[in-house]
């Protein structure tokens, strides 16, 4: 579990960061964290792990203050995935750059080898292990850094805007290894704009503006207020647009539809289409 | 002439064992605005690159065939002498941010190339307004969000007056509201003459504003066309194109002999096509 409490942070004594940020994030839950640019999302999850350290307040890590702790104590529990991954890629193979972190976590060759190949498979990587990451596109070295941290399955996994570069195929095979990461009981906390990958796969949503959590709850409730959209500068995805548009003319069509297939099957229910038949 | 032609050209990067182009042919006009899309690692990029010369000048490899930019055969000028023909925002901006600040970062460009320096102040308070980044003006690009380095970044590459722009996914590392600011920029941009082509994964945004879409798939051009006739086709979702919602929504209701009057690209258009399907 994570508690922040009350911190406050500014990189340099003019522009304040974080004023004053609180939040809980329980073991096993699984949340977006969404905002304008600026808002503080990516400070606010550098103090997860420790690469910040609050100028006040606290960051409380399965009941112990992480000021008590190394960065290299706190990467055991909570693996970051940063926005650029330039940042954190430096080996000359994909696989050197997976097996790296595995082994600095004392896991065995084998182990290491193993929870590599696994996590090549899982995010489409197939055939590029020997590869150099510098050499991929941004979308694949975007991934060869998720896998890097996904492999050793930290407690909590934080991954800044992991959708960056993605195609529809790559999002769908993520959304599906953070599922399964999640089941397993990891925490798993997104830093996205993507609102589309947060309604279809993330049930709850902390909206930050100016270094402060202006909504933090459902996402489905978050999502569907237009105040915390403006604040948060999100646009309302293409088919709740749609949906409020055609609720107007049709009272009968559910105003806040977001996912494909209800819109589908609304739609079709008033054209009178072949599958239109109501229950 | 076509401002910039891709004659049959592959390229295959130094070390890799795979073409990132295979025989690409294509034309882009002036004043056109082109959106390049595919799956990631389809050779997106590398396109882009070779529009501006930095392949075969700075990336090195296996090249066959020609790229000629604004009549200049890539394989025959420096980097440089693009520089004010295709002005090439990259994926990630701070990779291309060089200076301590915004009027320093606007000015480098111009500044290199000799550029009088009254006309130098003139283009970075033009750009610094047109971006709307005045707030960043004395900041380092280190201490903005990756939103507001994407702005830097643009308007740096502006400041040589490129005649065609091309942008990398520029808007993947910002909001959605910073987002559309920014693709408006380039359309009007765009309205204003200037030829247009853009790296993106979210045909949502720019789908709208494009003349045209280019599909990659492995190193090849694999659909090219209106953004309505290409956006229908199956090869997107067969190679993973993330199609607009909308649009996806038009397909599903084909499939089951649900027709609406025309390929909708955004919620709006969805609805008003759903809305006189509906009345009739």
Known sequence: MIIIEDVHFSYDGLYTALRGVSLQIDDGESLAIMGTNGAGKTTLVKHFNGLLRPQSGRVILNGADTKDFSIAEIAREVGLVMQNPDHQLFLDTVEKEIVFGLKNLGFTEEEATERCSRTITSLGLEGLAQRSPFALSGGERKRVALASVLATEPRVVVLDEPTIGQDACQKQRLAEMLESLNERGRTVVVVTHDIEFVIEHLPRTVAMANGTIVADGQTNKVLSNDEILECCSLTPPQLTQAARSLHEEFPTFPERLTLLSEVESEVLRILGGENSVIP | ?280
């Open chain 2, 1 to 280: 002439m076509p401002l910039v032609e891709f004659q049959d050209f592959s390229f295959k990067y130094y070390g890799a064992d795979s073409l990132a182009l295979k025989k690409v042919t294509l034309a882009i006009d002036e004043g056109e605005y082109v959106v390049i899309t595919g799956p990631s690692g389809c050779g997106k990029t590398t396109l882009c690159r070779a529009i501006n010369g930095l392949i075969p000048q700075f990336h090195r490899g296996y090249i066959a065939g020609n790229v000629v930019v604004n009549g200049m055969n890539t394989r025959e000028h420096e980097v440089a002498e693009f520089a004010t023909t295709a002005g090439l925002v990259f994926q990630q901006p701070e990779n291309q941010l060089v200076t301590l600040n915004v009027e320093k970062e606007i000015a480098f460009g111009p500044e290199n190339l000799g550029v009088e320096p009254a006309e130098v102040r003139r283009r970075v308070e033009e750009l610094i307004d047109l971006l709307d980044i005045e707030h960043l003006r004395d900041k380092h690009p280190h201490e903005m969000s990756g939103g507001e380095q994407q702005r830097v970044a643009i308007a740096a590459t502006l400041a040589l007056k490129p005649k065609i722009l091309i942008a990398d996914e520029p808007t993947s590392n910002l909001d959605p509201k910073s987002a559309e600011t920014i693709l408006e920029i380039i359309s009007s941009l765009n309205r204003r003459g200037m030829t247009v082509a853009i790296v993106e994964h979210r045909l949502d945004l720019v789908a709208k504003d494009a003349s045209r879409i280019i599909v990659m798939d492995q190193g090849s051009v694999v659909a090219d066309g209106r953004p309505r006739e290409v956006l229908v086709d199956d090869i997107c979702e067969e190679i993973g194109v993330g199609i607009p919602k909308a649009t996806l929504i038009y397909k599903r209701l084909a499939a089951k002999k649900v027709r609406l009057s025309g390929v909708p690209l955004s919620g709006d258009e969805l609805a008003s096509l759903v809305k006189e399907s509906g009345s009739t």
